[in-house]
């Protein structure tokens, strides 16, 4: 059986790698002319990282991964301490290392590409439309190239053109805030693998540190869609110059062309998924707001389960229904409970902001880092390797 990704990110990737796991042929096709991620950095939970082992890449995202060993969360700013907790005993709970780690996207999406033959990767190659045709699913891209296979994977970010060429155009929803990204050197005030989580009046913050003596910083604060200022450095900057070190010392030495700015969208749960032989994957079928850092967690998530799928069913059709159907409640709880609690953390007035920080203090101290775990408690399961068991293979 022959299968074909539209889209070389975490998703497509991932989902590369579990279809040659299981024995299926495979293509990958990405409208960038390279290898490209945004160049900032990636928090990836256990759960991710256990659906990275399930795909046999884990050792090797573990080598440009910084763990936390760390986390600090504050209220105020960053200038209120709310509670700081080493990673060693979260890491006793989940019975997995690292509990939580950072990376550069570069990095991830570099060595899962290393994985797989080049031949396989088309780079230039942009999705425009998609038809069903019984057993068949056929391509036609932007540059005139036409492809058909037993399988589609739509593997092409939130604003998915197979979602649409499938489902029909609809917009993701705007989360009401925006968020500036940077990578920079790590300050001596920042330990290695030290995570501090901030929060303000209708803004947070994130101070995470990389491998190689790097750290990487997001800002987020309540604005109107598609604002955009001609120096996106110094405008976050101005926003944050009052928050507490290092923050603004961290915006100063990022390279200005270097700070990514991304309005926060999601979608609103919703199904179907599938279409005949055609499916959905990551942010292309359940985009989450990046509260949970797991959006690229449920994308490798996503590759584990459609492998299994696929591997234990002899109706490609019935198993991306199966996919489809373990996939839709996980991914839903992640995106409906990370859009509340980010709406939570941007609130702004004052008596808001002072109840917020109040009830979690307390909660922090009655319920600790369990809410921290949630999700990342989230065991995928392994995913059978050796030869095709589908009879159509
Ligand atoms: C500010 C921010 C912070 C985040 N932080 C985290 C975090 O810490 N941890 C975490 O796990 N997640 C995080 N996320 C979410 C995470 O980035 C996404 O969930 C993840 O990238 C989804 O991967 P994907 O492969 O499904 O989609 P994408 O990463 O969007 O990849 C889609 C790929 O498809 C390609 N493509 C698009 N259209 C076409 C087409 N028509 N034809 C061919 N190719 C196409 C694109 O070029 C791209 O390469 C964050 C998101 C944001 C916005």
Redesign the pocket.
Known sequence: MRAIV?????????CALGLRRIGLEVIV????PE????G??????AN?MRALDALGVGDAIRNVTLPAVQVTLAARNGYREQMTAATDSLEKQLSYTPVVG?LH?AEL?GTLAAHLPSAILRFG????TVQLRGPRVAIC??NGHTDEADLLIG????????RAALFGPSEPRYAGYT?W?GVCPRPASVGPGELHLWTGWGAQV?I?PLTEDRVYW?A?KNAPAGGRFADERAAVLDLFRDWASPLPELIVSTPANQV?R?D??DRLPSRPWVKGRAVL?????H????N?????????E?AVVLARCLSTSDDPESALIAFEAERYPRTTAVTNEAWRFGQMLQWQGGLSVWFRDLLSGVLLRINGTNNLLKHARYNVGPLPTGLPTNSER
């Open positions: 539209v889209g070389a990110g975490i998703g497509g990737l991932c096709y990405e409208r960038a290898l490209r991620e945004v900032t950095g990636i928090m990836l939970w991710g950072f996207r999406v190659y942009e999705c425009e891209f932007t593997a092409d970010g939130i604003r998915s053109a197979v968020c990204r994130g995470n997001f987020t990514i991304s926060i969208v994957v990551g942010d292309a079928a985009p989450t707001t990046p949970f850092g797991q959006g690229g967690g449920m994308a490798i996503d």
